[in-house]
Nanobody, 125 residues
Framework: QVQLVESGGGLVQAGGSLRLSCAAS????????MGWFRQAPGKEREFVAA????????YYSDSVKGRFTISRDNAKKMVDLQMSSLKPEDTAVYYC??????????????????WGQGTQVTVSS
């Protein structure tokens, strides 16, 4: 099992930037991929970005492509999400997730075994 703790959320004006971090501990050596998801009030949790751990291949939802960047720091066992050009529709609770087994579909919540508690991001217009 992998324990995940997110940080870096907050309130920002539209057009601004935020950097979210996810600190991982536990069985991190078996991680296949890391992902970021978000959930707005009254909506389902949706895929934002993911990275395959060995290949560093990255994937983004169409709604954030070109604005968000997922990256990792092996030494610190952290995965970051740099968010730029933020829009009010980016407002949500953002969750970090870890997939411990190979899967071809990283956009689905079912691919991930462990989740953080979430961090709130609010973008004002």
């Amino acid at each position: 099992q992998v324990q995940l703790v997110e940080s870096g959320g907050g309130l920002v004006q539209a057009g601004g930037s935020l950097r979210l971090s996810c600190a991982a501990s536990g069985r991190t050596f078996s991680t296949f991929a890391m992902g970021w998801f978000r959930q707005a009030p009254g909506k389902e949790r949706e895929f934002v970005a993911a990275m395959r751990w060995n290949t560093r291949n990255t994937y983004y939802s169409d709604s954030v492509k070109g604005r968000f960047t997922i990256s990792r720091d092996n030494a610190k066992k952290m995965v970051d999400l740099q968010m730029s050009s933020l829009k009010p529709e980016d407002t949500a609770v953002y969750y970090c997730a870890a997939a411990g087994r190979p899967t071809p579909v990283l956009v689905s919540t079912s691919a991930y075994d462990d989740w953080g508690q979430g961090t709130q991001v609010t973008v004002s217009s």
